[in-house]
C-alpha cells in the first residue's frame, strides 16, 4: 500500500508527487497516457516556480523571451520588454510534464503510466484504485486528473464552481523570429483573445474564449492568424480542450483525498494561465498529506483553506478584471495593453511580485467609465 496515489501527471500531480517522494512518503502516480505524451498548451511558464524547487529546470525550457507584442485585430502593434525580472519560460508539455515527473522518480516516486484508472473505492482506511491494469491501494488521494477528468465526480465533487473555457491550438514545426516574442491577439476573438508562443522549432498558436457566449469558428479565425507569421494553422493537427477557469472559493478536500490542479479548477479567469497555480496547488496537496500522515487531522481542511486564501482571494479580482476587459476590450487594448507599465505589471502577478487586488479595484472602475485600467500608473 503507498502512502499516496495521485491520479494525473500533469504539473499538479508531478510537482505533488516530488514533494511527497522527497518527504520520504511512498507515492504511485498513474496516468492514462505513455509519457512523455502531447498536451495543448501555450506553455507559458512564471520562473517563480524555480523558488519551490531544489532541481534546475533548464532542460525542460525550450525558450525564455523576454519580449512580447500585441495587437489588436491584427493591427496598432505594441512591443514591450520584461526588464527587471526573469524571462517567461516557453516549454513543450510533453517535455516538462516528463521531466518533472523524472525528478519525483529520482525521489523513489513510482510510475504507472499507460494506467487508466477506471473507478475508485473508499475501504475504512484507504483508498483502492482500481485500474485496467488492476487495483493498487494508498491512503491518501491525489485527483490531478485536469479538466476533463472523472476523480472529481467519483470523489463526490459533482457540482464544482467553475467557468468552463474554451481553446483551440496548433503546434507548429518551422524555424521562428530570430529575436522570439510571445504575441497576444486582442478583438478577433470575441471574449477572448489568440497567442503565439514560440518553442525552439516552432509556435503554439491558439485562440481561447473565457466568458462565453457564442462559440467562434476557431478554425477559420486561427487559419487567418497564423498567416501574419506566413504560416497556415489548417495544414497542423489542432486540438480542442476545456479549461476550467476558477468561479470561486470551494472545498478541495473530501475523506483522505484532495483535488488538485484544474481538477480543483483554478485557472487564472483573467490570463488563463494554468501551469503555475496547478504546481502550486500540487506544492501545498503535497504539505498538506505528508502532515496528515504524520498525525495533523485537520490537514486536508486546510488545504482548502490555503488555496482559497492564497489563490482565490486574488482570482476575485482577477475575475471581476475579465468580466469588464472582456466586455470592453477596445478601450482595455487602447487604455491598458498600449501602456508601457501594463506588461511590468502583469509579469510581477505572474511572478507573485504583485497580487490583482493592488491594482483591479481601480482598474474596474476606470474600465467601466471607459478611461484608463490602472495599470499604467
Not at 457564442?214 to 489548417?234: C, H, T
Amino acid at each position: 500500500m503507498f502512502d499516496c496515489i495521485i491520479v494525473g501527471a500533469g504539473p499538479a500531480g508531478g510537482t505533488a508527487a516530488y514533494h511527497l517522494a522527497k518527504r520520504g512518503r511512498s507515492v504511485l502516480i498513474l496516468e492514462k497516457e505513455s509519457l512523455p505524451r502531447y498536451k495543448p498548451c501555450g506553455g507559458g511558464v512564471s520562473p517563480v516556480v524555480a523558488e519551490w524547487f531544489d532541481f534546475d529546470f533548464a532542460p525542460a525550457i525550450s525558450l525564455k523571451v523576454s519580449k512580447l507584442c500585441y495587437t489588436w485585430k491584427r493591427e496598432d502593434p505594441v512591443e514591450a520588454k520584461i526588464e527587471g525580472s526573469e524571462p517567461i519560460w516557453v516549454v513543450r508539455r510533453d517535455i516538462f510534464d516528463h521531466f518533472l515527473i523524472q525528478q519525483a522518480q529520482k525521489q523513489g516516486a513510482e510510475l504507472g503510466d499507460n494506467t487508466e484508472v477506471t473507478g475508485i473505492e473508499f475501504k475504512s482506511d484507504r483508498w483502492q484504485v482500481n485500474t485496467a491494469n488492476g487495483p493498487v491501494e494508498g491512503r491518501y488521494l491525489i485527483a490531478a486528473d485536469g479538466a476533463k477528468g472523472p476523480m472529481g465526480k467519483w470523489l463526490g465533487f459533482k457540482e464544482r464552481k467553475k467557468r468552463l473555457a474554451g481553446a483551440l491550438e496548433a503546434e507548429t514545426t518551422n524555424p521562428i523570429e530570430s529575436e522570439p516574442r510571445i504575441h497576444f491577439e486582442f478583438g478577433m476573438v470575441k471574449n477572448g483573445y489568440l497567442w503565439n508562443f514560440p518553442k525552439a522549432d516552432g509556435y503554439s498558436i491558439g485562440a481561447g474564449i473565457f466568458q462565453g457566449g457564442d462559440q467562434p469558428d476557431f478554425k477559420s479565425i486561427l487559419s487567418e492568424y497564423s498567416k501574419l507569421f506566413g504560416l497556415d494553422a489548417n495544414s497542423y493537427k489542432q486540438f480542442d480542450h476545456p479549461l476550467a477557469l476558477w468561479d470561486g472559493n470551494q472545498k478541495l478536500h473530501t475523506q483522505n483525498a484532495l483535488l488538485a490542479g484544474e481538477a480543483a479548477c483554478v485557472v487564472d479567469p483573467f490570463t488563463a494561465e494554468g501551469i503555475r497555480p496547478a504546481m502550486f496547488t500540487g506544492m501545498k496537496a503535497a504539505e498538506a498529506i505528508d502532515q496528515a500522515i504524520g498525525g495533523n487531522i485537520n490537514a486536508l481542511e486546510q488545504y482548502t483553506e490555503i488555496v482559497n486564501q492564497e489563490w482565490g482571494s486574488d482570482m476575485v479580482w482577477a475575475q471581476r478584471l475579465a468580466g469588464v476587459f472582456y466586455r470592453v476590450p477596445k478601450v482595455g487594448y487602447k487604455v491598458g495593453v498600449k501602456r508601457p507599465a501594463a506588461t511590468d505589471i502583469m509579469v510581477k502577478i505572474l511572478c507573485g511580485q504583485q497580487r490583482y487586488s493592488e491594482i483591479a479595484g481601480k482598474a474596474v472602475k476606470r474600465l467601466s467609465s471607459g478611461l484608463i485600467p490602472g495599470m499604467g500608473r
